[in-house]
């Protein structure tokens, strides 16, 4: 008996079985502009032999004007239906589906060659689109139709017509962007009759293959659509053909955060429940749900039939398997930071994962075992050192451990500290279930000292970093504390300077302003905190009265030396919600500053050439990190080869994703 008997209840959509309720959703990975479809092959055939039931690709363009970029990926020739031909193949042969997503991204498509429904520009989007005449329409569709044809032609097991996220179908349905008057503007019948023909003449081009349609159920734009109108669209679009209806959270352009690590965990599916008895098909929820226990939840009280999890399968593409064990606690997490995975693909970059840095790169990124086995000593337990430990165990090296805490983490317990970063728990409990079940000798609670390590053949150091002083006059005074003190519980006034707006500045301010629950723990007032109200009472789902955060903490500023604004350099796409979080709770942000003196009366600056006193009790410095390799001379003495891994090889621009790419790879390596 499976401990998540619903999860693992097989499903028929139309005239597909799937093996399980567990569908990997739609991402794009940038796999297939390399141009190497074996890597692309492997890596769907990875996840297939992993146990989800249903697989869908990254969207693939249905034309060159739909195209998400310039030069996207879709089905245009022989050779590129022979290419996909190659992937269906590699997952059919591993007892796995996989169906093909087509996205036309509209306004979205990042070229001047753009069209919509109207000439109305997206905000997020340098190029106007152009408003498409009754042929150009007409072209469009058939263009969709002739992408479903070619999937089946390739051997998909059918298609998702992406119908949500702002894309071109979304852009008709709403008043925002639809300013036509002719048949497909004006009122809602004639604003859905795009989607609605879409999918009729894909169905015409699929034959008996799997329709999944990806519908928007909040767009939470202004004048979105209302859910009188979702439900309208979902009964046509059922009548129209299709066979699933999967769920679609939010336009790209929405204020809102939709996916984020600090999104409570499912805190959309109840807009999933609420369409599912309006309708005769399955349907399926997404966003923020990554563990079995979560999944089985929704499908165990009925809120769905089935779940989509994407980022979960960049982590570990063996989760349902695992899952299906009884192995929960082996899967790794995805903590929905976005580090390797949205931030790469927003940056031009191939997708990865920052707890699994073998997501896409399954070719060239292996993990074979040794013929050489030696006796490595691994000095401290962060994560680099523990994905160097694990790995180099993993392949039959003998492996010690050592920590001077009794706890693995390292720096890691810090960024779970923060309010919004609660999943970094889960990587931290993943790292302590791998180090049980594996070969590796744990000596925690240890501080290492050189003499700890003769006899061992080589040594990884993996020791972090130490905090950087800033160097500012009366930096000794007891008011002023270090980033990892205060994250520790140290006594804070109620009048706080944070020195530094890195990534740990940031995160440290939200905690000084936060108190009580952290609204990702409660879905409740998560939605209150960003002004997420109900699309049935407001088209588009955002709550008139707008974001209502509660009442800072504290009066908290954060200070950099460059004159520019702080926060330019988070993540790409988080790094406006920690801005926004900041701004909403009052934050004083600001750049351009010298540091002249901490006294009694506060911290003495100038900001842009005009001095100032901050009055603040304390002061709180995230001025960055100096490598900690006090041990590597020792070492040397020993004549031990000593590898230099994480914060202790390099401490700027240190992440975690860093730490486990650096550990993974060398342990592959040795
Ligand atoms: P560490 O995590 O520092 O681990 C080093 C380990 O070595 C420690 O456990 C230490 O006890 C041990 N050690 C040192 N010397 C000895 C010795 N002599 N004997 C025994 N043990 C020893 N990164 C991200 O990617 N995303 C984030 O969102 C993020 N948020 C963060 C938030 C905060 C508040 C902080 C502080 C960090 C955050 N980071 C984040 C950074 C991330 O945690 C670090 O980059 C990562 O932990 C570095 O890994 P490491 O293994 O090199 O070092
Ligand atoms: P950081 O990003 O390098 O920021 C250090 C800050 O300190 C900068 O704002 C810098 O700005 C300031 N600074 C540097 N030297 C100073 C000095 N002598 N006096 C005063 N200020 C000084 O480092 P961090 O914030 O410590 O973060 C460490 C790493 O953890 C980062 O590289 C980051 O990748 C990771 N992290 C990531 C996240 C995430 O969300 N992805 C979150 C937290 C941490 P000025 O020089 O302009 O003053
Ligand atoms: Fe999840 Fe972060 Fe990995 Fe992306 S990089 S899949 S968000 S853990």
């Not at 693992?8 to 390399?34: D, Y």
């Amino acid at each position: 008996m499976t401990t998540y008997p619903h999860l693992m209840q097989p499903i028929t959509l139309g005239a597909v079985t799937l093996k399980n309720r567990v569908m990997m959703g739609s991402m794009h990975t940038g796999l297939e502009e390399t141009g190497d479809w074996n890597r692309v092959a492997e890596f769907y055939a990875t996840r297939a032999r992993g146990g989800v039931g249903l697989m869908v690709t990254g969207g693939m363009a249905p034309n060159r004007e739909g195209g998400v970029f310039p030069g996207a990926a879709g089905l245009f020739s022989a050779q590129d239906i022979a290419n996909h031909r190659l992937v269906t193949d590699r997952v059919h042969d591993a007892g796995g589906r996989i169906a093909m997503q087509i996205l036309h991204a509209g306004r979205y498509a990042y070229g001047p060659d753009c069209v919509s429904a109207s000439a109305v520009k997206s905000p997020i989007s340098p190029f106007p689109p152009k408003e498409l005449d009754e042929a150009g329409i007409e072209k469009q569709i058939a263009d969709i139709a002739t992408a479903a044809a070619r999937a089946m032609e390739a051997g998909y097991d059918g298609v998702e017509v992406m119908g949500s996220e702002g894309y071109f179908l979304n852009q008709f349905l709403v008043t925002h962007v639809n300013r036509r008057a002719d048949r497909w503007g004006g009122a809602y019948e004639n604003r859905m009759r795009l989607p609605v023909e879409v999918v009729a003449r894909v169905r015409a081009a699929l034959g008996p293959g799997l329709l999944i349609y990806r519908i928007s159920l909040i767009d939470l734009i202004p004048n979105g659509s209302t859910w009188e109108e979702v439900v309208q669209l979902a009964h046509a679009i059922e009548a129209a053909g299709a066979d699933v209806l999967n769920t679609g959270i939010g336009w790209h352009e929405a204020r809102v955060p939709t996916i984020a690590t600090s999104v409570p965990r499912a805190a959309f599916a109840h807009l999933t429940a609420r369409l599912r008895p309006e309708v005769g098909i399955p349907v399926i929820t997404s966003n923020r749900i990554n563990t079995p226990e979560v999944a089985e939840g929704l499908l165990s009280s009925g809120m769905a039939d089935m779940v989509s999890m994407a980022r979960p399968f960049l982590a570990d593409p063996d989760f349902v398997a695992k899952a299906a064990a009884g192995k929960a606690a082996q899967i790794a997490p995805c903590i929905a930071c976005n580090q390797a995975c949205l931030d790469h693909t927003f940056s031009g970059k191939l997708t990865s994962c920052l707890v699994n840095p073998r997501a896409c790169h399954e070719t060239e990124l292996v993990i074979t075992t040794t013929t050489a086995p030696k006796r490595l000593a691994v000095v401290g337990a962060g994560p680099a050192g523990l994905s160097a430990a694990l790995t180099a165990a993993e392949r039959g090296h003998e492996v010690t451990l050592f920590d001077r805490s009794p706890q693995v983490g390292g720096q890691l317990h810090l960024a779970a500290s923060i309010p919004g970063k609660e999943e970094f728990r889960g990587l931290i409990d993943w790292f302590a279930a791998r180090l049980t079940a594996s070969a590796v000798k744990p000596r925690l609670g240890h501080e290492v000292t050189a003499a700890d390590l003769a006899g061992f053949d080589a040594v990884i150091l993996a020791t972090g970093i130490t905090p950087r002083p800033a160097g500012i006059p009366g930096e000794d005074a007891p008011q002023v504390l270090g980033y990892r003190e205060v994250l520790r519980g140290a006594p804070v006034g109620a009048r706080v300077a944070v020195v530094g707006a890195g990534g740990i500045g940031f995160d440290v301010a939200e905690y000084l302003v936060h108190h009580g629950t952290s609204p990702t723990l409660d879905a409740a007032l998560w939605r209150q905190e960003w002004g997420v109200g109900d699309p049935a009472e407001v088209p588009g789902g955002l709550a008139p009265e707008g974001p209502r955060p509660e009442a800072p903490a504290r009066e908290v500023w954060l200070l950099q030396r460059k004159p520019e604004k702080p926060g330019r350099k988070l993540g790409k796409t988080t790094g406006w919600i920690h801005r926004a979080t900041l701004q909403m709770k009052g934050v004083k942000m600001l750049g351009g500053v010298s540091y002249e003196a901490i006294t009694p009366e506060g911290l003495h600056v100038t900001v842009n050439g005009t001095p100032q006193l901050l009055p603040v009790d304390t002061v709180v410095i995230c001025a960055g990190q100096t490598p900690d390799r006090s041990l590597a001379a020792g070492i040397e003495a020993l004549g031990l080869p000593c590898h230099i891994i994480g914060g202790a090889d390099v401490a700027a621009e240190l992440d975690a994703k860093r730490a486990i790419d650096q550990g993974v790879r060398l342990a592959a390596a040795l």
